[in-house]
Structure formats: structure tokens, C-alpha cells
């Protein structure tokens, strides 16, 4: 209870409050018309001049409600309770009146926990003010707390809604992070580690064979190039909005991509890859999960597979699911992250559990370290 009372107590305003628009000017010129006409047409008030003028004088109290609620609450029932100690009369025994409780959701919807804390401290004082001074029966006490808690009721919907609201677009933000990380890591970090290999090898061979360097900076020179097309893929998605004819994201391989990883390079594990099952009517987001997740595995195993001299990649698909297994020869723990997983693991668990699958890696009995990953052929997320 105590945590309950010192979160409302820690209660700060709502952001982005909005700003003072035409609305709330005509909003108080007709409750200034309307407390003129009702004091007009009405032949049983009792103080006639005052509650006439004192609405009048209070409704421009409603231009500040967003963004200072407590003030503008605070203005008119300090005003109507001095009115009623001092003068003896009511001035707000006409229906015009009723602004009071637009003043009550504001200070609800855009109030911190403090103000609306002070707010009804406030308005108790002067329903018990009233009270003493006979303006309100001993009876009527519960029609006007729950005038006011309606008011508030109202006020901290809106409100909850909003937060709601805010905290469903911040999902959504992060998920649109997270999904550019993982596209960001599987396309530029795939075809960077590539050219850092290359690199290597041809520092390592220029002395000896410097048509291996060569070699080696055209690959490093081709890699650039598809690095550079890919972002800029992604740079105008971002740019632009989406539209009918925008691409996605990022580019979107499937699985008939897979046979591009396979081939031995002039250093690092030859690899091997291998299809198997129908793969016919099986949804482009399962396979491209499958292509990004051999594609990872695939750099992870070129990077830190020491002594390895194959991968293998072996798809298999039934009429349920497709299942994906990368497995190496090399040392299974040296250079592995089994304690502490990078991103490129995290994304590939990602990419399978959005889509309802499941994704595992780790060393193998002998030699060596498997990715193996099953995906629902229909996609369906769960």
C-alpha cells in the first residue's frame, strides 16, 4: 500500500501537452454565453449579479487547464468558497457552472500526483466550507464528491489511455529497431566479415603469391559493392515512407539463395549446402529466417571455427516445418560465445521465435558446433 501511495505521490505529468488551439477559445466565449442567457432566462436565482459575473469572470481559468491544471482549478473554488464565507452568497447555483468539472478531468488528465493530490484537498475544504456555511446540505455531500470523483474518474481514462497508447507506439519503435539491428548485422556484418578474411589472406600471401592478393582484393572489392548496394536499399527505405511499391527493409533473399553460400574459397572451410523436401508454396518470411540464419552461422563458423575445413548446410522441409541444421569440423569451444551470446545468435533466435520456431547452437560431442533451427512451414507466429 505504502508503494502504491508513493507511486501516485511520484505521479509526473503527462508529455506533450497540447497547446492552446481555437477550441479552447471558443469553448469559453459560449460558456460565458451560455452563463449570460441562463442568468437571463432564469427568474429563480438568488443572487442573480454574482452568479451571472462570476462564471463569466472564472471560464478564461480553462485556457490554462493543460498546462497548469492545479492553478486552474484552484482559481474558482478559492474564489466561490470566498464568495460564500464572505458575501454569503452561492456562485454557482446555475448550471453554467458546471465548467468546474472540465477544470477536474484536466487536473486528472494532465496533472502530476502532487497536483491532483492538492486538487482534492482542496475541493474537500471547500465542500466542507460550504457545508458550514449552508450552501450545501449535509445530504447533498455525496451528489457533490461524486460530481467531482466522475470528473476524475474520467480524466485518469483518458489518461490511461494515452499511456497505453505511448506505450504501445514505444513497442513498436523498439521492435522496428530490432528488427533493422538484426538486417543491419545478417547483410553488412555478413559481407565485412568476408572482406576482413580476404584481407588476411591476402596480407598473408602477398609475399609469396601476389596474384593471391589480388585475388583477394577483388573479392574484398566485390564485397564493398553488395555491402554498398544493400545499404543504400535500407538508407531509402528509412528515408521515405513505405508505399505499395517500396521495397522492404532490407533485401529479402529466400531459400533458393542458400546454394550461394556454398564453394571453397582460397582460404577458409570449403561449404557445402544440401536441400531437401519440397520447399514449394513455403511463405518468404520462412525463408528468408532460414537463408539469414545459414548466413550467420555460415560467417560465424569462417570466423571462429579454427582449424575447420568444411560446413555443412543441410535444409530439409516437410509438410509441417522446415528444419535448418550449419555443423563444422573445427575446435567446438575455441573462439565460441557460449557463455555470453553475441547479437548475431540473439537475431537468429529472434527471427526464429517471431515467426514461432525455435533456434539453438552449441558444440558438437567430438569436433566442431551446430546451429540448428526449425521453423513452422506455414510461418504463423505464436
Same mark, same amino acid.
Given at each position: 500500500?505504502?508503494?502504491?501511495?508513493?507511486?501516485?505521490?511520484?505521479?509526473?505529468?503527462?508529455?506533450?501537452?497540447?497547446?492552446?488551439?481555437?477550441? +479552447?477559445?471558443?469553448?469559453?466565449?459560449?460558456?460565458?454565453?451560455?452563463?449570460?442567457?441562463?442568468?437571463?432566462? $432564469?427568474?429563480?436565482?438568488?443572487?442573480?449579479?454574482?452568479?451571472?459575473?462570476?462564471?463569466?469572470?472564472?471560464?478564461?481559468?480553462?485556457?490554462?487547464?493543460?498546462?497548469?491544471?492545479?492553478?486552474?482549478?484552484?482559481?474558482?473554488?478559492?474564489?466561490?468558497?470566498?464568495?460564500?464565507?464572505?458575501?454569503?452568497? &452561492?456562485?454557482?447555483?446555475?448550471?453554467?457552472?458546471?465548467?468546474?468539472?472540465?477544470?477536474?478531468?484536466?487536473?486528472?488528465?494532465?496533472?502530476?500526483?502532487?497536483?491532483?493530490?492538492?486538487?482534492? !484537498?482542496?475541493?474537500?475544504?471547500?465542500?466542507?466550507?460550504?457545508?458550514?456555511?449552508?450552501?450545501?446540505?449535509?445530504?447533498?455531500?455525496?451528489?457533490?464528491?461524486?460530481?467531482?470523483?466522475?470528473?476524475?474518474?474520467?480524466?485518469?481514462?483518458?489518461?490511461?489511455?494515452?499511456?497505453?497508447?505511448?506505450?504501445? !507506439? *514505444?513497442?513498436?519503435?523498439?521492435?522496428?529497431?530490432?528488427?533493422?539491428?538484426?538486417?543491419?548485422?545478417?547483410?553488412?556484418?555478413?559481407?565485412?566479415?568476408?572482406?576482413?578474411?580476404?584481407?588476411?589472406?591476402?596480407?598473408?600471401?602477398?609475399?609469396? &603469391?601476389?596474384?593471391?592478393?589480388? *585475388?583477394?582484393? $577483388?573479392?574484398?572489392?566485390?564485397?564493398?559493392?553488395?555491402?554498398?548496394?544493400?545499404?543504400?536499399?535500407?538508407?531509402?527505405?528509412?528515408?521515405?515512407?513505405?508505399?505499395?511499391?517500396?521495397?522492404? !527493409?532490407?533485401?529479402?533473399? &529466400?531459400?533458393?539463395?542458400?546454394?550461394?553460400?556454398?564453394?571453397?574459397?582460397?582460404?577458409?572451410?570449403?561449404? +557445402?549446402?544440401?536441400? &531437401?523436401?519440397?520447399?514449394?508454396?513455403?511463405?518468404?518470411?520462412?525463408?528468408?529466417?532460414?537463408?539469414?540464419?545459414?548466413?550467420?552461422?555460415?560467417?560465424?563458423?569462417?570466423?571462429?571455427?579454427?582449424?575447420?575445413?568444411?560446413?555443412?548446410?543441410?535444409?530439409?522441409?516437410?509438410?509441417?516445418?522446415?528444419?535448418?541444421?550449419?555443423?563444422?569440423?573445427? *575446435?567446438?569451444?575455441?573462439? $565460441?560465445?557460449?557463455?555470453?551470446?553475441?547479437?548475431?545468435?540473439?537475431?537468429?533466435?529472434?527471427?526464429?521465435?517471431?515467426?514461432?520456431?525455435?533456434?539453438?547452437?552449441?558444440?558438437?560431442?567430438? $569436433?566442431?558446433?551446430?546451429?540448428?533451427?526449425?521453423?513452422?512451414?506455414?510461418?504463423?507466429?505464436?
Amino acid at each position: 500500500m505504502q508503494g502504491l501511495l508513493r507511486s501516485w505521490w511520484d505521479e509526473p505529468r503527462p508529455p506533450q501537452a497540447p497547446r492552446r488551439v481555437w477550441r +479552447d477559445w471558443a469553448l469559453v466565449g459560449l460558456l460565458a454565453v451560455a452563463a449570460v442567457l441562463e442568468g437571463t432566462l $432564469r427568474t429563480d436565482l438568488q443572487w442573480r449579479p454574482i452568479s451571472v459575473i462570476f462564471p463569466i469572470v472564472m471560464v478564461p481559468t480553462l485556457l490554462w487547464r493543460r498546462t497548469r491544471p492545479l492553478l486552474a482549478m484552484a482559481i474558482p473554488v478559492v474564489a466561490s468558497t470566498l464568495v460564500q464565507i464572505l458575501a454569503g452568497a &452561492d456562485p454557482a447555483e446555475m448550471s453554467s457552472s458546471a465548467y468546474i468539472v472540465i477544470l477536474l478531468y484536466a487536473l486528472s488528465r494532465w496533472g502530476s500526483g502532487r497536483e491532483i493530490t492538492a486538487g482534492l !484537498l482542496l475541493i474537500s475544504v471547500a465542500v466542507s466550507a460550504s457545508v458550514v456555511t449552508g450552501h450545501i446540505k449535509a445530504a447533498d455531500v455525496a451528489g457533490a464528491y461524486a460530481v467531482v470523483f466522475a470528473g476524475i474518474a474520467l480524466g485518469g481514462t483518458f489518461r490511461y489511455r494515452a499511456r497505453a497508447r505511448m506505450r504501445e !507506439l *514505444d513497442q513498436v519503435k523498439l521492435l522496428e529497431r530490432e528488427q533493422l539491428a538484426r538486417d543491419l548485422h545478417d547483410t553488412v556484418a555478413h559481407h565485412v566479415s568476408a572482406m576482413a578474411i580476404r584481407a588476411q589472406a591476402g596480407i598473408a600471401t602477398a609475399a609469396s &603469391d601476389p596474384g593471391a592478393a589480388v *585475388d583477394a582484393l $577483388r573479392v574484398i572489392e566485390a564485397e564493398a559493392s553488395r555491402t554498398l548496394a544493400e545499404m543504400r536499399t535500407m538508407v531509402r527505405v528509412l528515408r521515405r515512407d513505405r508505399g505499395p511499391a517500396m521495397p522492404e !527493409l532490407a533485401p529479402n533473399p &529466400d531459400l533458393a539463395d542458400l546454394r550461394q553460400l556454398a564453394g571453397r574459397g582460397r582460404v577458409g572451410p570449403a561449404v +557445402d549446402v544440401r536441400i &531437401d523436401g519440397d520447399l514449394d508454396g513455403v511463405p518468404a518470411s520462412v525463408g528468408s529466417a532460414i537463408y539469414r540464419i545459414a548466413q550467420e552461422s555460415v560467417t560465424n563458423a569462417r570466423r571462429h571455427a579454427r582449424h575447420a575445413t568444411r560446413i555443412e548446410v543441410r535444409v530439409a522441409a516437410d509438410d509441417t516445418s522446415v528444419r535448418l541444421r550449419v555443423s563444422d569440423d573445427g *575446435d567446438s569451444t575455441a573462439g $565460441r560465445p557460449v557463455a555470453s551470446p553475441g547479437y548475431g545468435l540473439l537475431g537468429m533466435i529472434e527471427r526464429a521465435g517471431l515467426l514461432g520456431g525455435t533456434c539453438e547452437a552449441g558444440p558438437n560431442p567430438g $569436433r566442431g558446433w551446430t546451429v540448428t533451427a526449425e521453423l513452422p512451414r506455414t510461418g504463423a507466429s505464436t
